[in-house]
């Protein structure tokens, strides 16, 4: 039926039929998901192949038809005549930028099959594997969080896990952003493989932090599935990953799992992107002195000379040098 609107939008030169078909067809091939994951036969990865490359060519003619914009002249897209130069100008903007995360959204599925991360049937063992490696996941989360009884309210919301803060603060900028049925909270893990990927269609989301998440969750599946692979390297090849930024959500990572030291090591060397945002500083610096970490912590300081944007940053590194020189003191005296 898709195959026939195509042919029509075609024939008819109907520009707005013709740039919905593909997006039509890539929610209509991903919404037949089985349970938590995705599968990939050959017949489904060709048929995303030639979805990919129609894709391209819209794209291209997106991309020509935003340089043909004459006033006065109905607007392919919504078909207004009412609009101003600049008005047309952001309605083929968001038409080329949907296009390039319908795109994006395609060629990660690709890459996942690629990778062979995707069987290519919903076997029972396959079913069962995956199911596992969920609740492993999610009772993983718990026990940190368990780690954090005697901490504070406060201390909590900032320190629950990194990951968690990466998800909060994508809520809290987008709405909610897992898209998916059974979904009854915007926690991670995701609900499914397909709302996790279907991230890159929320509407001018940030690419970066898209990037951030798929990343952790990828050393995630090949920590569970016990992948021996570096899947991280061609991940940032496939997608323009700065290597720094693939280095810095693997610390995270680290650092949500309790490997303090070895995490804080990578972070503090010249491999990894040094975090921008506060509230990643004000969780690894909280983390570090709950943990006793107060060497480590000072070395942060030191490195990463967080900006102090509100008193709680400043009383955190005044807490940083007070204890510091305490266990310094303590060291002399023994």
Known sequence: M????WSEALAANNIRTI????????????????????FLDQSSFIKLHLLLWRLQNLLTLVQWSRKQLDVGVPCMICRGTQHSSAGRHNCWNQEHWTMKQHIRLGQLVQWWGIMGLLPRFPESQELRRISQMWKEME????????????????????CGFLIESM?????NRYGCIWTSEDCTDQLYPPPTLQALLMLVLVPCIDNMSVQG???????????????????????????TVPYSFSQQIKAFWMFDRGRIKASTE??????????QLSWQHRYIIISLLKRKQ???????????????????????CAEVLLQSR????SSLIE
């Open 2 to 5: 898709l195959e026939g609107q």
């Open 167 to 171: 998800v909060t603060q994508l809520c």
């Open 19 to 38: 740039l919905d078909w593909p997006k039509n067809l890539t929610i209509k091939g991903y919404s037949h998901c089985q349970g938590l994951w995705m």
């Open 266 to 275: 990578l972070l503090l060397s010249s491999r990894a992107a040094v975090p």
């Open 294 to 316: 107060y060497y480590m912590a000072m070395k942060y300081l030191q490195w990463a000379k967080p900006p102090i944007e509100a008193i709680e940053d400043g009383k955190l």
């Open 213 to 239: 998440i798929l990343m952790y969750f990828i050393l995630d599946v090949a920590n569970f599935l016990q992948y021996k692979d570096n899947l991280l390297q061609p991940f940032c090849h496939a997608f």
């Open 326 to 329: 305490c266990t310094l003191a």
């Open 139 to 158: 009772l993983s989360h718990q026990e940190i969080n368990l780690k954090a009884a005697g901490w504070n309210k406060r201390e909590i919301e900032i």
